[in-house]
């Protein structure tokens, strides 16, 4: 039965990615390969029962034709044990049997004679061969079953396991990837490749390959061992079967045409539906209902006719499967009747034939099943691999500076730095700055100002393209990532919060912080009292019920980077989701934060920014302004225009 | 579930017999085809049959066999006919359902949930009616009527083709009985899997600060492993079904072969070449019965997912509607452009406490209202009743001096323009999105034109390749999130209401934009009222009347000098946000 709403996902190059896929199975290779032999086997096995099937309706056969021969009215005369009367009616009925053509009526006569003599003339049978026979078929069918079941197990056993790797490898290389990835990718995009496209990889794979391997082996096998049979029977069951299939051929070009339609037409209707039932509010009051009712009736029905089309089509498939069964099927009974009435080749091979037909026709199927299954795993696995083959973070292996957090004093240098998102677009030109330990630096623009770029390059999330950024007399070109990041401390305003204990939370990346340690940072950040309420206190779990507020996060983040303890922080000021009473909470808990540390704030009150000892000033990306508030005032720019835009009148 | 089936129309149901006659015969004729077969068989063993009388028979077996397939050519048809028009019309009733629904529905249903209602549980009933007029319908007939023929055949071998349907039928239950638990866990792992991905990429920036990358892979390879385990397990369990199922109906046809040995065997010569013939047929019937009775079991399997879609989507269309829509269409009120609450209290249907609690104001025309408060304090669901989003629990709003609840809602929006504080961006161009629900034709070009420049859209729209007409695309993701705003802002604006309604419209804006905006605005309509609830003091500081909301209640009313006299949570807002100088020199 063909899947409805499947899409049919076409890969970009089927053969680089299946080759690919399969070297990356190299693991598993000699499993693979035994579980492959296996099938094959299995399908070998499956072949020669047929076979044997025929021999035993042979034998069975055997048992339908009286042994009626000089020999046998020989040895019924000379039988001493046998009386005279009973020779006699023999006799009468042998004459009678001479004349009759009606084989009913002679067999009726047969029954009707002496028992003595019937048992010379029953039909003799080959009992023992038969014995062997069927203990032989069981046999076969059990062992084919166990390689079945066996090869089923190594196939699960390598899905799974390949698709658990390919987790694995796409979860590491989310950590290894530059920031720049995921700022130009959708979360979602991401995701869809570690579960949707995994599990295509796995499930497929699993199926087709050995599909595919039991089918080309029955396929080939089948037609051999038909040949093999009866040559004539082997052509007739071929045509018959060809002259199927082309017809279905015919008809599944005809529907693929719907099938793309259904699939364009459904994404249409869901875009639409999704789009009107987000903007309710806004439908509604623009009185946009009846508009919006009339768009998704005439979208309703354009997928209904293609719809209709492509069911209509698809279930096709099924009867028409069944009439190219039966069209063998009676090909090979009509034909393999002439035969046997010439006496070519006895009534098993019809039998042996009729289990070839099948044998023939279902891997061909089967086979296009499979190919269009493993299309879909190339598509998925080539969004997999191209993830996969991103261009990593640089190699740090040359960098041999390195600063302790200890002892570091806190001094910045900006020298001329240069900066670009992109290699043609320069956003950040020539940009000098120089900070003391212990200062505050403000950071400032309108919305998409780019502010969080400078903190992209502290963090170097992203190299900058010249110039230089020094920390305490060092380059952070000779430092690496991790060693600048043991040195900043990033309070962020979206409050990352992870699935998790409030301690877990806390402590994060330092499992030798003690719970007195995580006690103290709580209470000077005003989080003690709070979490002392919650059921289980420090185990109290962090969900997405209401039970913790936007603020309650924001303080939890700043603990934890209470707990980090650098000399550098980085800090961004919580706007206004919060409500008034926490958000001072929480400004006072950045306040203790601040102390000691050199601070870069993405600053959004006023106050913050007057105090600061530095303010940048940043518009589209640059910095274009710097200096303290009354510099700043004075110059009459940007800044001035700024801050004055909230109070004109 | 059969609620749903039961909106078939009488012509449908003429179909949905007409296929089931269809597919009775069409079962008759296939289950013909072995008996042919068997004629076949005992004409080759009788050595006074001729060529002809073979042919004759292998003839009938291909008309029986032609003849089934145009029977099921038309059933065909007929089903697909039925489950998409089915589809279709669940769709449109669910879609005008939703249409109908007000914000307290939405919210309850949520509104990722109530696309898949739509979309995805549709399709799955879709399927299973497409599925099941054929299988539903066929597999039992085929099961009956196939065991009907071979009871009368031979019993012995009926015996053998019922234990073996028993043998796969215990098979698969066991197997279901251990796996569809599992299947829930697996669906839960898979969840936990994306949960912690997601997390590893929207916390990318702060796992790099702390150098928690390995603390985060070992959280990943935990589920990682917990679902590859799971997993593992099911599939063993299924890897066991494949050869069992080949066993049976192989070990079915063996078993019939041997049982017929027996019979010919011990039998009369004449009864010989009929049990030889059932041989030949039964391998044939016994298979048919088997692979009806696998239908059947997938049909079961199918059977609980269906009834979770056709749930989901009945509740969907069961709903009770909170809002009713009023009756006043048009009429010329004494007042215009007023709005006002008397002693309005609020809370959510099911909910004990109050949201708000005896609100009283009016704003009349031309006044600028606003509203401030912390998060929860009632601000948005406040100005949520003038449209009806929800309806007060006690107490009144009226609009120009009616209730809002008496007015048809569509009078009733006519005199309002909402603007969200998230914008909503339909896909088409500029143009459509500024007339959205412009239906009846009234929003001018020039209209439009003037809004974009209120809305101070003007700037980027001019600079976009086709001006009004460029392309918006879905979800309005080629346009910033600030420009996106402009446009919804316009959008209000081009309908001419008497009454502006902005939820926190303004915060998406920089503080530049917004003051020029609202400056605009003042100059372009000094009739209209506006409703403005914000957070930035700086958007409402000028305001004719603020209104301050804490934890439901009214703590103060006043112009910003009154209140910062007044009002200490006022002031504590202010000053949270504004430093002293700031706050005197406004």
Same mark, same amino acid.
Request: hydrophobic share 45%; proline share 2%; charged share 20%.
């Given at each position: 039965?063909?899947?409805?709403?499947?899409?049919?996902?076409?890969?970009?190059?089927?053969?680089?990615?299946?080759?690919?896929?399969?070297?990356?199975?190299?693991?598993?290779?000699?499993?693979?390969?035994?579980?492959?032999?296996?099938?094959?086997?299995?399908?070998?096995?499956?072949?020669?029962?047929?076979?044997?099937?025929?021999?035993? @309706?042979?034998?069975?056969?055997?048992?339908?034709?009286?042994?009626?021969?000089?020999? #046998?009215?020989?040895?019924?005369?000379?039988?001493?044990?046998?009386?005279?009367?009973?020779?006699?009616?023999?006799?009468?009925?042998?004459?009678?049997?001479?004349?009759?053509?009606?084989?009913?009526?002679?067999?009726?006569?047969?029954?009707?004679?002496?028992?003595?003599?019937?048992? &010379?003339?029953?039909?003799?049978?080959?009992?023992?061969?038969?014995?062997?026979?069927?203990?032989?078929?069981?046999?076969?069918?059990?062992?084919?079953?166990?390689?079945?079941?066996?090869?089923?197990?190594?196939? @699960?056993?390598?899905?799974?396991?390949?698709?658990?790797?390919?987790?694995?490898?796409?979860?590491?290389?989310?950590?290894?990837?530059?920031?720049?990835?995921?700022?130009?990718?959708?979360?979602?995009?991401?995701? %869809?490749?570690?579960?949707?496209?995994?599990?295509?990889?796995?499930?497929?794979?699993?199926?087709?390959?050995?599909?595919?391997?039991?089918?080309?082996?029955?396929?080939?096998?089948?037609?051999?061992?038909?040949? &093999?049979?009866?040559?004539?029977?082997?052509?007739?069951?071929?045509?018959?079967?060809?002259?199927?299939?082309?017809?279905?051929?015919?008809?599944?070009?005809?529907?693929?045409? &719907?099938?793309?339609?259904?699939? *364009?037409?459904? !994404?249409?209707?869901?875009?639409?539906?999704?789009?009107?039932?987000? !903007?309710?509010?806004?439908?509604?009051?623009?009185?946009?209902?009846?508009?919006?009712?009339?768009?998704?009736?005439?979208?309703?029905?354009?997928?209904?006719?293609?719809?209709?089309?492509?069911?209509?089509?698809?279930?096709?498939?099924?009867?028409?499967?069944?009439?190219?069964?039966?069209?063998?099927?009676?090909?090979?009974?009509?034909?393999?009747?002439?035969?046997?009435?010439?006496?070519?080749?006895?009534?098993?091979?019809?039998?042996?034939?009729?289990?070839?037909?099948?044998?023939?026709?279902?891997?061909? *199927?089967?086979?296009?099943?499979?190919?269009?299954?493993?299309?879909?795993?190339?598509?998925?696995?080539?969004?997999?691999?191209?993830?996969?083959?991103?261009?990593?973070?640089?190699?740090?292996?040359?960098?041999? $500076?390195?600063?302790?957090?200890?002892?570091?004093?806190?001094?910045?240098?900006?020298?001329?730095?240069?900066?670009?998102?992109?290699?043609?677009?320069?956003?950040?030109?020539?940009?000098?700055?120089?900070?003391?330990?212990?200062?505050?630096?403000?950071?400032?623009?309108? @919305? $998409?100002?780019?502010?969080?770029?400078?903190?992209?390059?502290?963090?170097?999330?992203?190299?900058?393209?010249?110039?230089?950024?020094?920390?305490?007399?060092?380059?952070?070109?000779?430092? *690496?990532?991790?060693?600048?990041?043991?040195?900043?401390?990033?309070?962020?305003?979206?409050?990352?919060?992870?699935?998790?204990?409030?301690?877990?939370?806390?402590?994060?990346?330092?499992?030798?912080?003690?719970?007195?340690?995580?006690?103290?940072?709580?209470?000077?950040?005003?989080?003690?009292?709070?979490?002392? #309420?919650?059921?289980?206190?420090?185990?109290?779990?962090?969900?997405? %019920?209401?039970?913790?507020?936007?603020?309650?996060?924001?303080?939890?983040?700043?603990?934890?980077?209470?707990?980090?303890?650098?000399?550098? +922080?980085?800090?961004?000021?919580?706007?206004?989701?919060?409500?008034?009473?926490?958000?001072?909470?929480?400004?006072?808990?950045?306040?203790?934060?601040?102390?000691?540390?050199?601070?870069?704030?993405?600053?959004?009150?006023?106050?913050?920014?007057?105090?600061?000892?530095?303010?940048?000033?940043?518009?589209?990306?640059?910095?274009?302004?710097?200096?303290?508030?009354?510099?700043?005032?004075?110059?009459? $720019?940007?800044?001035?225009?700024?801050?004055?835009?909230?109070?004109?009148? | 579930?059969?609620?749903?089936?039961?909106?078939?129309?009488?012509?449908?149901?003429?179909?949905?017999?007409?296929?089931?006659?269809?597919?009775?015969?069409?079962?008759?004729?296939?289950?013909?085809?072995?008996?042919?077969?068997?004629?076949?068989?005992?004409?080759?063993?009788?050595?006074?049959?001729?060529?002809?009388?073979? /042919?004759?028979?292998?003839?009938?077996?291909?008309?029986?066999?032609?003849?089934?397939?145009?029977?099921?050519?038309?059933?065909?048809?007929?089903?697909?006919?039925?489950?998409?028009?089915?589809?279709?019309?669940?769709?449109?009733?669910?879609?005008?359902?939703?249409?109908?629904?007000?914000?307290?529905?939405?919210?309850?249903?949520?509104?990722?949930?109530?696309?898949?209602?739509?979309?995805?549980?549709?399709?799955?009933?879709?399927?299973?009616?497409?599925?099941?007029?054929?299988?539903?319908?066929?597999?039992?007939?085929?099961?009956?009527?196939?065991? !009907?023929?071979?009871?009368?055949?031979?019993?012995?071998?009926?015996?053998?083709?019922?234990?073996?349907?028993?043998?796969?039928?215990?098979?698969?239950?066991?197997?279901?009985?251990?796996?569809?638990?599992?299947?829930?866990?697996?669906?839960?792992?898979?969840?936990?899997?994306?949960?912690? =991905?997601?997390?590893?990429?929207?916390?990318?920036?702060?796992?790099?600060?702390?150098?928690?990358?390995?603390?985060?892979?070992?959280?990943?390879?935990?589920?990682?492993?917990?679902?590859?385990?799971?997993?593992?397990?099911?599939?063993?369990?299924?890897?066991?079904?494949?050869?069992?199922?080949?066993?049976?109906?192989?070990?079915?046809?063996?078993?019939?072969?041997?049982?017929?040995?027996?019979?010919?065997?011990?039998?009369?010569?004449?009864?010989?070449?009929?049990?030889?013939?059932?041989?030949?047929?039964?391998?044939?019937?016994?298979?048919?019965?088997?692979?009806?009775?696998?239908?059947?079991?997938?049909?079961?399997?199918?059977?609980?997912?269906?009834?979770?879609?056709?749930?989901?989507?009945?509740?969907?269309?069961?709903?009770?509607?909170?809002?009713?829509?009023?009756?006043?269409?048009?009429?010329?009120?004494?007042?215009?452009? =007023?709005?006002?609450?008397?002693?309005?209290?609020?809370?959510?249907?099911?909910?004990?406490?109050?949201?708000?609690?005896?609100?009283?104001?009016?704003?009349?025309?031309?006044?600028?209202?606003?509203?401030?408060?912390?998060?929860?304090?009632?601000?948005?669901?406040?100005?949520? /009743?003038?449209?009806?989003?929800?309806?007060?629990?006690?107490?009144?709003?009226?609009?120009?001096?009616?209730?809002?609840?008496?007015?048809?809602?569509?009078?009733?929006?006519?005199?309002?323009?909402?603007?969200?504080?998230?914008?909503?961006?339909?896909?088409?161009?500029?143009?459509?999105?500024?007339?959205?629900?412009?239906?009846?034709?009234?929003? @001018?070009?020039?209209?439009?034109?003037?809004?974009?420049?209120?809305?101070?859209?003007?700037?980027?729209?001019?600079?976009?390749?086709?001006?009004?007409? %460029?392309?918006?695309?879905?979800?309005?993701?080629?346009?910033?999130?600030?420009?996106?705003?402009? +446009?919804?802002?316009?959008?209000?604006?081009?309908?001419?209401?008497?009454?502006?309604?902005?939820?926190? %419209?303004?915060?998406?804006?920089?503080?530049?934009?917004?003051?020029?905006?609202?400056?605009?605005?003042?100059?372009?309509?000094?009739?209209?009222?506006?409703?403005?609830?914000?957070?930035?003091?700086?958007?409402?500081?000028?305001?004719?009347?603020?209104?301050?909301?804490?934890?439901?209640?009214?703590?103060?009313? $006043? =112009?910003?000098?009154?209140?910062?006299?007044?009002?200490?949570?006022?002031?504590?807002?202010?000053?949270?946000?504004?430093?002293?100088?700031?706050?005197?020199?406004?």
């Amino acid at each position: 039965m063909p899947r409805h709403g499947k899409t049919m996902e076409k890969s970009k190059d089927f053969k680089g990615s299946m080759k690919r896929l399969i070297s990356s199975l190299k693991n598993w290779h000699v499993l693979l390969c035994t579980s492959l032999i296996l099938a094959m086997l299995s399908a070998i096995i499956g072949l020669t029962a047929p076979n044997k099937l025929s021999d035993f @309706t042979d034998l069975i056969s055997d048992g339908l034709k009286p042994n009626i021969n000089e020999k #046998t009215i020989n040895q019924i005369m000379e039988d001493k044990n046998i009386n005279e009367k009973d020779k006699a009616e023999f006799i009468i009925v042998m004459d009678e049997i001479k004349k009759e053509k009606d084989t009913l009526k002679v067999y009726k006569k047969i029954d009707s004679l002496p028992k003595k003599v019937f048992d &010379y003339v029953k039909p003799k049978v080959n009992e023992s061969k038969i014995k062997f026979l069927a203990i032989l078929l069981i046999s076969l069918y059990l062992v084919s079953a166990i390689f079945n079941f066996i090869q089923n197990l190594i196939m @699960t056993y390598i899905s799974n396991n390949f698709a658990k790797t390919l987790r694995s490898k796409i979860s590491n290389k989310i950590n290894i990837l530059p920031l720049k990835y995921f700022d130009e990718h959708e979360t979602g995009d991401i995701l %869809s490749r570690v579960t949707n496209d995994v599990d295509t990889v796995g499930m497929n794979l699993n199926n087709s390959l050995s599909t595919l391997v039991t089918s080309i082996t029955l396929f080939i096998g089948s037609i051999i061992m038909m040949f &093999y049979t009866n040559w004539i029977m082997a052509i007739t069951a071929m045509i018959a079967s060809l002259i199927g299939f082309t017809f279905m051929g015919l008809i599944l070009g005809k529907s693929q045409k &719907y099938f793309v339609q259904r699939q *364009t037409e459904l !994404g249409n209707l869901n875009g639409y539906i999704e789009e009107i039932y987000s !903007g309710h509010n806004v439908v509604k009051t623009c009185n946009g209902t009846k508009d919006a009712i009339l768009e998704f009736d005439y979208l309703n029905k354009k997928l209904y006719k293609c719809n209709m089309m492509s069911q209509f089509l698809s279930g096709l498939m099924h009867p028409i499967m069944g009439f190219v069964g039966n069209f063998g099927y009676v090909a090979v009974c009509v034909v393999g009747a002439l035969l046997v009435m010439n006496n070519h080749i006895t009534f098993g091979v019809i039998v042996a034939f009729m289990i070839y037909v099948r044998l023939f026709t279902n891997p061909l *199927t089967q086979m296009a099943q499979a190919m269009t299954n493993l299309q879909s795993v190339a598509a998925a696995s080539e969004r997999i691999f191209e993830f996969l083959d991103e261009k990593e973070l640089s190699n740090q292996d040359h960098i041999n $500076g390195s600063l302790d957090r200890d002892k570091v004093k806190g001094k910045i240098e900006f020298k001329n730095v240069k900066f670009g998102y992109n290699n043609d677009k320069t956003i950040i030109n020539n940009f000098s700055a120089m900070t003391q330990p212990g200062q505050k630096i403000a950071i400032v623009g309108p @919305t $998409g100002a780019g502010k969080t770029t400078l903190v992209n390059l502290l963090m170097k999330f992203y190299e900058i393209d010249s110039g230089d950024i020094i920390i305490d007399g060092v380059s952070i070109n000779n430092l *690496t990532r991790e060693n600048i990041h043991k040195l900043f401390i990033m309070v962020l305003q979206d409050t990352w919060l992870f699935d998790g204990t409030i301690r877990d939370n806390i402590k994060f990346n330092n499992p030798d912080v003690s719970d007195d340690e995580i006690w103290a940072a709580c209470k000077t950040v005003g989080l003690s009292h709070f979490i002392k #309420t919650l059921p289980g206190g420090l185990d109290a779990k962090i969900d997405d %019920s209401d039970s913790i507020s936007q603020g309650q996060k924001q303080l939890i983040t700043i603990a934890r980077g209470m707990i980090e303890n650098a000399p550098f +922080l980085i800090l961004d000021e919580a706007t206004s989701n919060v409500d008034t009473r926490t958000e001072e909470l929480v400004q006072k808990a950045m306040d203790k934060l601040m102390k000691g540390r050199t601070s870069f704030i993405i600053a959004h009150r006023l106050s913050t920014i007057k105090n600061a000892d530095l303010i940048l000033v940043l518009k589209d990306g640059d910095i274009i302004e710097q200096g303290d508030h009354d510099t700043l005032l004075s110059k009459n $720019g940007f800044y001035a225009e700024l801050y004055n835009s909230q109070f004109k009148k | 579930m059969l609620k749903l089936l039961s909106k078939f129309k009488f012509t449908e149901y003429l179909m949905i017999i007409l296929s089931v006659i269809l597919m009775y015969v069409q079962v008759n004729l296939e289950l013909k085809i072995p008996d042919y077969m068997k004629e076949i068989t005992e004409l080759i063993n009788t050595d006074s049959s001729t060529m002809n009388d073979i /042919l004759k028979q292998g003839l009938y077996m291909l008309g029986c066999s032609f003849g089934g397939l145009l029977l099921a050519v038309i059933g065909g048809f007929i089903a697909a006919y039925l489950s998409s028009k089915f589809s279709f019309n669940l769709r449109n009733r669910i879609f005008k359902k939703v249409q109908s629904f007000s914000t307290s529905e939405i919210k309850k249903f949520q509104t990722s949930s109530l696309i898949t209602r739509t979309t995805n549980d549709v399709t799955q009933f879709e399927m299973f009616i497409a599925m099941g007029l054929s299988m539903i319908i066929r597999a039992p007939l085929m099961a009956f009527m196939a065991v !009907g023929k071979i009871l009368n055949e031979n019993i012995e071998m009926s015996i053998l083709v019922g234990c073996c349907v028993l043998t796969l039928l215990i098979t698969i239950s066991i197997i279901m009985f251990i796996v569809i638990p599992r299947f829930e866990k697996v669906q839960k792992l898979i969840d936990k899997v994306n949960g912690v =991905t997601r997390e590893n990429l929207t916390g990318i920036r702060v796992i790099k600060a702390f150098n928690a990358e390995d603390y985060q892979t070992n959280r990943f390879e935990e589920v990682n492993n917990d679902l590859t385990n799971t997993q593992l397990f099911n599939q063993r369990v299924f890897a066991v079904m494949n050869p069992i199922m080949t066993i049976v109906m192989n070990g079915l046809t063996l078993g019939i072969y041997i049982i017929g040995t027996f019979l010919i065997l011990n039998a009369h010569m004449i009864d010989r070449i009929d049990i030889f013939g059932s041989i030949m047929v039964f391998t044939q019937y016994g298979m048919q019965v088997i692979m009806s009775f696998l239908m059947l079991a997938m049909i079961f399997m199918m059977w609980p997912r269906v009834t979770v879609a056709a749930k989901r989507i009945n509740e969907v269309l069961d709903e009770k509607l909170s809002i009713e829509d009023g009756s006043i269409k048009y009429v010329e009120t004494e007042e215009v452009g =007023t709005v006002e609450f008397r002693n309005v209290s609020f809370k959510y249907p099911d909910a004990d406490e109050y949201l708000l609690n005896n609100i009283s104001f009016k704003a009349n025309q031309g006044d600028v209202i606003a509203f401030i408060g912390s998060t929860g304090s009632g601000k948005s669901t406040l100005i949520n /009743l003038v449209p009806r989003f929800y309806d007060a629990t006690e107490g009144e709003v009226l609009v120009d001096g009616i209730n809002v609840k008496e007015y048809k809602l569509e009078t009733l929006y006519n005199k309002i323009g909402y603007i969200p504080q998230k914008a909503v961006m339909f896909t088409g161009t500029v143009e459509s999105n500024v007339a959205y629900g412009n239906t009846d034709n009234e929003i @001018t070009i020039e209209d439009i034109n003037t809004a974009i420049e209120i809305a101070q859209a003007n700037e980027f729209v001019s600079k976009m390749d086709k001006g009004i007409d %460029s392309h918006i695309a879905r979800g309005g993701t080629n346009i910033s999130g600030g420009q996106k705003q402009r +446009l919804s802002i316009a959008r209000a604006i081009a309908r001419k209401p008497e009454i502006y309604i902005f939820d926190d %419209s303004f915060s998406a804006l920089d503080y530049k934009t917004d003051s020029v905006l609202r400056k605009a605005l003042k100059e372009y309509t000094e009739e209209s009222t506006m409703l403005i609830v914000a957070q930035r003091i700086g958007t409402i500081i000028n305001a004719d009347k603020i209104i301050v909301l804490d934890d439901g209640e009214c703590v103060g009313m $006043g =112009t910003h000098k009154e209140l910062m006299e007044n009002c200490e949570v006022y002031k504590e807002i202010a000053l949270s946000q504004l430093s002293k100088e700031e706050l005197e020199n406004a």
